[in-house]
């Protein structure tokens, strides 16, 4: 859920509301988050299909004064290195000054009857760092057809940290209003650049 000015609490029953190992989710967050105020938050659940098992995951999007956090929790059936399911949760603190990217990509139906306002049916929000980078190759040629020559590789290096999808069919209109709202903020913080 995502709110400015708002409180541990409202993070933390948000966490509660999304139903997913809150206890766990709840700690992880705020042990990141420490004393800080928060600005803005956004909590994700999201449920994947991996081949015959249904799997859940959660992220939550936590923006202070000084850093963006991240925290992200999948659970996992028993395997061979545990025989009872699991659960594994990750926090990572970035701070406001590092993040080069916040892309918002809009799925709007009916393109030409759009009136400014209405809710996109899908929100995709990329933030990048430069903690993971993905690096498309291949060969490189030149203009000439019957070239032989070996003229080594070219490619794109593309930020691509974080990636979180919302859409109005599968998270409900005020999970997209959220998502918009958090990156609003999140933009608007990283192009203050006094941090």
């Known amino acids: 859920m995502a709110k400015t000015s708002t409180t541990t609490q409202g993070l933390r029953a948000a966490i509660e509301r999304s139903g997913y190992y809150p206890a766990l989710v709840a700690e992880a967050v705020e042990a990141a988050v420490g004393g800080e105020p928060i600005r803005s938050y956004l909590v994700h659940q999201e449920t994947t299909f991996d081949q015959n098992e249904v799997r859940r995951h959660v992220t939550v999007l936590v923006l202070t004064?000084?850093?963006?956090?991240?925290?992200?929790?999948?659970?996992?059936?028993?395997?061979?290195?545990?025989?009872?399911?699991?659960?594994?949760?990750s926090t990572e603190?970035?701070?406001?000054?590092?993040?080069?990217?916040?892309?918002?990509?809009?799925?709007?139906?009916?393109?030409?009857?759009?009136?400014?306002?209405?809710?996109?049916?899908?929100?995709?929000?990329?933030?990048?760092?430069?903690?993971?980078?993905?690096?498309?190759?291949?060969?490189?040629?030149?203009?000439?057809?019957?070239?032989?020559?070996?003229?080594?590789?070219?490619?794109?290096?593309?930020?691509?940290?974080?990636?979180?999808?919302?859409?109005?069919?599968g998270d409900g209109p005020e999970t997209v209003r959220e998502a918009l709202a958090f990156a609003q903020c999140l933009s608007e913080a990283t192009a203050d650049t006094t941090r």
């Open 65 to 89: 004064d000084n850093r963006f956090i991240v925290s992200h929790t999948d659970e996992q059936a028993a395997d061979s290195t545990s025989p009872t399911p699991y659960a594994t949760t």
């Open 93 to 169: 603190s970035v701070k406001i000054g590092r993040i080069s990217s916040v892309v918002v990509s809009r799925v709007v139906a009916n393109p030409e009857s759009y009136k400014p306002g209405t809710l996109p049916r899908e929100v995709v929000l990329t933030i990048g760092w430069g903690a993971v980078s993905r690096i498309d190759l291949e060969p490189a040629a030149c203009g000439d057809p019957n070239c032989e020559a070996d003229h080594g590789y070219t490619g794109n290096s593309t930020a691509d940290d974080l990636s979180l999808r919302v859409s109005e069919a």
